[in-house]
């Protein structure tokens, strides 16, 4: 029984060391664990988000963590045409942490030339970010068959505007008729780009 015992402990360490690793991911960056799980709407999103742009990838790079090298990370670098929060600018970069083997070996969300609007949260003491919600703060903007500018997120806008209006009337937020008849009538699916700003720039400056 001691023996197997003996034998058997290597393994219990190996496990452990395991185990530790991967709870400490979410002390490493916790938007990319904790928010996956929990959905949320334009207004909650806008409000965890210390930026929000929209704008142009000029590169994506996959890298290892300059201080964590067991980290893999992208450098994203983006020609800025609008700013909804924060600091007005022409250019952002900023690094994020890929948590699953495909986005390591290159298959990012982030390519050249993509058109983005981006709700990013706030920045690690590593250096790192990500959009908040992950997916659901990422929207793609394209254009329709009209040629007029769309924007959708990683869960297909599904569930971004529930209860918007209700939780605005209980902050004492004005909605704006666009917005207001926006979270009235939602509907997955790409939204116009327009309508998405028009929403931005009300959520964005509520502190």
């Keep these: 029984m001691l023996r197997a015992m003996v034998r058997l402990r290597p393994r219990i360490v190996h496990l452990s060391s395991v185990l530790l690793i991967v709870l400490s991911a ?3 960056c916790p938007a990319q664990t904790t928010a996956r799980t929990l959905p949320r709407a334009l207004d909650q999103l806008a409000s965890e988000a210390d930026v929000i742009v929209h704008g ?11 201080q964590l090298t067991n980290l893999m990370t992208v450098v994203v670098k983006m020609n800025v045409l609008d700013t909804y929060k924060g600091k007005p600018q022409k250019s952002l970069v900023f690094r994020q942490y890929l948590l ?5 070996l290159g298959a990012t969300e982030y390519r050249k030339g993509q058109e983005l609007l981006l709700l990013l949260g706030p920045v690690s003491e590593f250096g ?8 659901q703060g990422r929207f793609l903007v394209s254009r329709d068959a009209k040629g007029k500018a ?3 997120n990683g869960r297909g806008n599904l569930g971004l505007f529930n209860s918007v209006e209700k939780r605005a009337q209980a902050n004492g937020v004005q909605l704006s008729a666009r917005t207001t008849a926006l979270v009235r009538h939602p509907a997955p699916g790409p939204i116009p780009l327009a309508d998405l700003e028009d929403a931005l720039r009300t959520f964005g400056s509520v502190r």
């Design 26 to 28: 979410p002390a490493i």
């Design 56 to 66: 142009y990838v000029v590169s994506a790079r996959v890298e290892s963590h300059p």
């Design 100 to 104: 699953d083997l495909r986005a390591q």
């Design 128 to 135: 790192l970010t990500s959009p908040v919600g992950l997916e």
């Design 150 to 152: 769309v924007a959708v």
